[in-house]
């Protein structure tokens, strides 16, 4: 059966808008304290112009910075911050934003709408959307409208993180009802037999 436009679930309906930014020559001082002050994790570099030219996180701030026995007060955004910036348009379906994540090994997404940033989108927001799509997912099934018999359904991979050793995978698969990565696969098929 085809989805039907509405049950997908769009960049645009999970981001976080607005985005909170800093300017590229704000020190870290600035930077931490406004982190501090809005309760988040990590703010978006943006240029002059207002274009997004950077992601700064509290791990690159304590790796960066504090670990270096650098003085947040002398240190620029700039110096510190992850670039570029991985963007997404906002019309596309939150499975694409995890595939993103998984295959470029960030937690975060520029969100940008006609190449304008209007929102972010992290793991954390994936996340929050899983109850929500499992619902989906039952109540489709309850009403039959799932796929076809499991007899006739071919092994689909999924993207998660594998029970077993905990690894972010886009191809994890079930295993005696745990959702496993190819390399644990391997290792359970290795160990049964």
């Known amino acids: ?8 679930l769009l ?5 976080v808008s607005p985005v909170i930014t800093v300017r590229e020559d704000d020190t870290i001082a600035d930077v931490a ?3 501090d002050e809005q309760g988040i ?3 978006i570099v943006v240029s002059s112009d207002g ?6 996180t509290a791990r690159d701030i304590v790796r960066k910075v504090v670990a270096k026995g650098k003085a947040p007060e002398q240190v ?6 992850s670039s570029p910036p991985i963007a997404i348009e906002d019309d596309q379906d939150v499975r694409e934003a995890a595939r993103m994540m998984a295959r ?5 997404l520029v969100v940008k709408h006609k190449g304008k940033m209007v929102g972010i989108v992290t793991s954390k927001d994936l996340l929050a959307t899983l109850p929500s799509i499992l619902d989906l997912v039952l109540e489709k099934a309850r009403a039959g409208l799932v796929g076809p018999p499991e007899e006739e359904r071919e092994e689909v991979p999924l993207a998660g993180y594998c029970d077993v050793c905990g690894r972010w995978s886009t191809t994890l698969v079930e295993v005696n009802g745990q959702f496993v990565c190819e390399e644990c696969r ?8």
Request: aromatic share 0%.
């Open 76 to 81: 620029r955004a700039s110096e510190v911050m």
């Open 41 to 43: 994790g990590s703010v």
């Open 11 to 15: 960049v645009r309906d999970i981001m």
């Open 186 to 193: 391997a290792e359970l098929e290795s160990e049964e037999a």
């Open 1 to 8: 059966m085809e989805d039907r436009a509405d049950d997908i």
């Open 51 to 56: 274009e997004p030219v950077g992601v700064i």
């Open 33 to 35: 304290r406004i982190m």
């Open 104 to 108: 470029l090994d960030v937690r975060r």
